[in-house]
């Protein structure tokens, strides 16, 4: 869990360069992890929860779903109101959250992604209604170092849990994939990883910087009878749409149990 006061800093190394660590405080049930953590990135662990749930502007929930419940009843008899609760926990939904706070009114659902990790996350930002259009700015403005912030509403959290937080994974797995048949076709492994990464970042960042939709970048690559239309026949005869699609619409799914457990 972490407590940001003052200027509220993001616990993520590329907001500590932004915005310095002095204000973010941390605490874990391992009090050893804590220290390792605030070891690593300049701030300071505290002893436990409920220490640093006080004072906090922000405080950023980052544990498991499962623990949700009992860390809220922990730090419930010392939130005070002006405090803006902040919850990575795929599947909890507000309410539930609010249920454990005795009616807590600033609560914001945020899911971050792997990629934040070296700036280039995407972060999915629901506020709840009493949370001010203000507050939520500065939580963006935290946010941004670590990659795109999007306000999303909470109903599409469990959509946006599959896409972007699970969505990674799938990434590595084709990475690994174009690796593999690099490496089949006598490149170097090395090589052949930073060749299929550096591609499938490419090809994103075509997608953002550019505003065509992902078909019409398809096709202007395919030319007729050529390499690459060969390989896209090869894709949908292996059925790697559907495959994707259903790999999205079960981490939803997954994502909506675990709001009910």
């Known amino acids: 869990m972490y407590r940001h006061r003052g200027n509220g800093q ?60 009992s860390v809220l009843n922990e730090i419930n008899s010392v939130m ?15 309410e539930q959250i609010r249920k454990h706070l005795d009616g807590h009114p600033l609560i914001v659902r945020i ?25 939520t700015d500065k939580l963006r403005s935290l946010l941004t170092e670590a990659g795109r912030t999007e306000i999303t509403p909470e109903s599409l959290m469990d959509a946006v849990t599959a896409v972007s937080g699970s969505g990674p994974a ?18 170097p492994r090395q090589q052949a990883v930073e060749y299929a990464a550096q591609t499938l970042k490419g090809a994103a960042a075509m997608v953002l910087e550019t505003g065509k939709h992902p078909a019409e970048l398809k096709d202007s690559v395919c030319s007729p009878a050529g390499t690459t239309i060969a390989g ?19 981490a939803a799914l997954r994502s909506s149990e675990m709001g009910k457990q």
């Open 80 to 94: 005070d109101p002006s405090t803006v609760i902040v919850s990575m926990a795929a599947g909890v939904r507000i």
């Open 111 to 135: 899911m971050p992604n792997m990629p934040a990790a070296c700036g280039c996350g995407m972060i999915a930002v629901s506020p709840d209604s009493p949370v001010s259009a203000a507050q």
């Open 232 to 250: 896209v026949s090869a894709l949908e005869a292996s059925g790697f749409r559907s495959s994707v699609i259903k790999a999205v619409t079960a």
């Open 170 to 187: 799938f990434g590595f797995i084709f990475v690994e994939a174009m690796a593999d048949a690099a490496v089949q076709l006598g490149i």
């Open 10 to 69: 993001c616990p993520h190394e590329s907001c500590y360069k932004k915005n310095g660590p002095e204000n973010v405080f941390v605490s874990d049930s391992d009090i050893e992890k804590a220290r390792a953590f605030a070891g690593d990135f300049g701030c300071t662990a505290l002893a436990s929860n409920v220490e640093t749930a006080r004072s906090a502007s922000f405080l950023f929930l980052a544990v498991k779903p499962q623990f949700i419940p």
